[in-house]
């Protein structure tokens, strides 16, 4: 069966101090992947998507930026964080072809 | 463009009683839908969806929703609920085809009282 893992869970960072969250799947080949992030009180919205190993789609401009390195693996990163960097983020992935996202554990960052 | 409407933040419920939880969409194009509801500090886990065919939808959890494209709605269901179903249900969109690239409603979080 198909896992997704997602760390650390828990963070916290002083302003302008580097980033990095790593997310991989397990048990499944060429997943669409996903990074969504869910600030306080709010909804989803989606950062980055990856059709394959090096294609990163942004949605919206901001410090964060993603890499996809290997096929099953998903980094999400910042060289400065800014405040309004905290919130929880959320690794997903999808088969190619269905709607359906399937989701990690997340990870919780707060910057001060 | 798709969005999603999640008409109420909030509903308290008591134990065993129906509940309904809204959701509106917007869009030109055929969609698929979801429900999925999130614990706290948890990711999300679906609890169903609707692709095609049948309107009505069953879930997990004893949890349904119906389709209604007249309406755009995509209301979730469940005739009673149990203190273990608080939590935070996201309601959201995707265009046919257009695979994961979810817009999700802001949440409504549902407060089952005992």
């Known amino acids: 069966s198909q896992t997704i893992h997602q760390w650390p869970a828990t963070l916290v960072q002083p302003v302008g101090s580097p980033l990095s969250l790593e997310c991989t799947v397990e048990?499944?080949?060429?997943?669409?992947l996903y990074w969504y992030r869910q600030a306080a009180g709010r909804g989803l919205q989606l950062l980055f998507y990856s059709v394959g190993i090096g294609q990163i789609s942004s949605e919206v401009p901001q410090n964060l930026s993603a890499s996809r390195p290997q096929d099953r693996q998903f980094i999400l990163s910042s060289k400065k964080l800014l405040l309004s960097d905290s919130g929880f983020y959320l690794c997903?992935?999808?088969?190619?072809?269905?709607?359906?996202?399937?989701f990690g554990e997340g990870s919780r960052l707060t910057v001060l | 463009a798709q969005s999603v409407t999640q008409l109420d933040s909030q509903v308290p419920v008591f134990e065993e009683a129906p509940v309904e939880l809204r959701c509106n969409y917007s869009s030109s194009v055929s969609v698929y839908l979801f429900w999925y509801v999130q614990y706290p500090n948890q990711g999300l886990q679906l609890l169903l969806k609707y692709l095609s065919g049948s309107t009505l939808v069953k879930g997990i959890n004893g949890f349904e929703a119906e389709f209604n494209k007249s309406q755009t709605s995509f209301h979730l269901r469940k005739p009673s609920v149990h203190i273990s179903d608080t939590a935070e249900y996201f309601c959201?969109?995707?265009?046919?085809?257009?695979?994961?690239?979810?817009?999700f409603g802001q949440g409504t979080t549902l407060q089952v009282k005992p």
């Open positions: 048990g499944t080949s060429n997943p669409n």
């Open positions: 959201a969109v995707t265009r046919s085809g257009n695979t994961g690239k979810l817009i």
């Open positions: 997903a992935w999808s088969v190619r072809g269905y709607g359906e996202l399937f």
